[in-house]
């Protein structure tokens, strides 16, 4: 059983269509490759005679656990999309873990293409913090503020999370809107997104609102949302390190099993 194996774009556009799943769900970005029916016929040959010198697949079949985990990818259980944006750069981070099941995978893009490897479902959180760069919580004072106390038009779903990054709160307010601000204005080095999603089984996909963060020069901070019973929405900034991170995943994904 292949423990991890390495696709290049072509070859996971070619296993897109010939095995039907979808290898491009959020946050992944994958080129489609042959302008022509020559062309995508030639690449085709190309990509099953090196996935079958690889050992990945025999012919045009693909080894099974090679298409175990491409279609976990397609469809799990449970998925957890990690990003985030490198700002000096503006290279973008994307990986997605799956589980279903006994069964788990980790993807990770990068310039080749995709990096895939088996993960045990039990450490689904760990697999995602991992992930990220180890930095230390930030030192300033977390704040909560309502999204009506920021300036600017009204936003739906999680587009919160991308205004807020961008923008601090509105001007006024009491010390949570002073506090809050105080940790948007910091010189940011990097911001990133975990987005949880459930089973579709029963009709639309659950998604959780999107855990931000961001790493400044003062350390790490999340950013987290929650909705009161009054309907109100209201925007956590904290301090903020891996620990601290997958606690809140773990929380969403409690959310998610008892829901």
Known sequence: MPRSFTLSTRAADVLCEDLGVDLRR?????????GTTEERSRIRE???RELT???LADGREPNQDVEAALRLLHSPKVDIAVTWLETATE?????RTSVSG???V?????????????ADPRSLVRECTDLLPEVSAGTLEAATVNTAASDGPETDGDSWLTDAEHRPPGRGGGRQLWAARRILTLPTERIGYFFVTGDAADGEAPRPPAIGWRDTEDGRYSITARRNNDGADWNTFAPADRQRLAAYLTEQLNALASG
């Open 26 to 34: 959020f946050p992944f970005e994958l080129e489609y490759h042959g």
């Open 91 to 95: 290279e973008v981070f994307r990986a």
């Open 102 to 104: 006994g069964l788990g």
């Open 53 to 55: 010198d690889r050992g």
């Open 106 to 118: 980790r993807a990770v893009q990068d310039a080749d293409g995709l990096r895939v490897r088996f």
């Open 46 to 48: 190309e990509v099953w």
